[in-house]
């Protein structure tokens, strides 16, 4: 297993960032928060997960151990793969995904695109007691469990990726209507596809 890669940023993509290790560029699969805190020429290190399957070797990377260790605790639950824990993660952070299923919170885990009513019910049986307790300290986990909105995910992934805040702003204000869009129809934002829009807007502007 690869527990972590460590070198320079080679380079940064919407859901992928490569780390030079050794001469060599490892893919490591990301979600917009952890690629929002990389630059690339920067140093980085990022824990990771490589998740086998009989055609592919996907090696999934995250800001740190703990998110780790959440990702692949995540996906011991029926139905929950690689794809969709790192969903979970982009939307929560590990402690707040803890408090959400001590405290059956169906509402914090139903906030995740791709997980339903049902979906969020039968999660919250099955990982009772896998997760454990939040381990932050009191009082804030309530906080934790709140993510960070859509436009400030969206900004800081846009950022990350190399452009400036103003060309950020932009982007987000073109993809607005489309995150508004589904939040009216009841979902949450889908910021990896409001990302590859952004990035879409911004490439016919230059």
């Known amino acids: 297993m690869i527990a972590f890669v460590s070198g320079p940023v080679a380079a940064l993509a919407p859901t992928t ?3 030079e290790v050794g001469g060599i560029g490892m893919a490591v699969q990301c979600a917009p928060n952890t690629l ?3 630059r690339v020429g920067e140093q980085a290190r990022l824990a990771t ?3 086998v ?3 592919s070797l996907t090696l999934y990377g995250f800001a740190d151990d703990d998110e780790r260790q959440v990702f692949e605790l995540l996906q011991t639950a029926s139905g929950v793969g690689p794809r969709l824990a790192q969903a979970m993660l982009a939307t929560h952070t590990p402690d707040a995904l803890r408090l959400a299923v001590a405290t059956g919170d169906e509402k914090a885990l139903t906030a995740v695109s791709g997980i339903g009513k049902k979906g969020a019910q039968k999660l919250l049986l099955e990982l009772k007691d896998r997760l454990g307790e939040p381990i932050g300290a009191p ?3 309530a ?3 709140v993510p960070a909105s859509w436009r400030d995910q969206l900004q800081a992934a846009l950022i990350g990726l190399g ?3 103003r060309e950020a702003d932009e982007a987000v204000a073109a993809v607005a209507p489309q995150a508004e869009e589904a939040l009216a129809a009841g979902g949450t934002a889908p910021v990896p596809q409001l990302l590859r829009a952004a990035l879409q807007t ?3 502007a230059r």
């Open 17 to 19: 960032a490569v780390i």
């Open 36 to 38: 929002a805190g990389l």
């Open 49 to 51: 997960s490589l998740v």
């Open 53 to 55: 399957r009989e055609d």
């Open 139 to 141: 009082g804030q986990g």
């Open 143 to 145: 906080r934790a469990a």
């Open 163 to 165: 452009y400036a805040t």
């Open 202 to 204: 911004l490439n016919r």
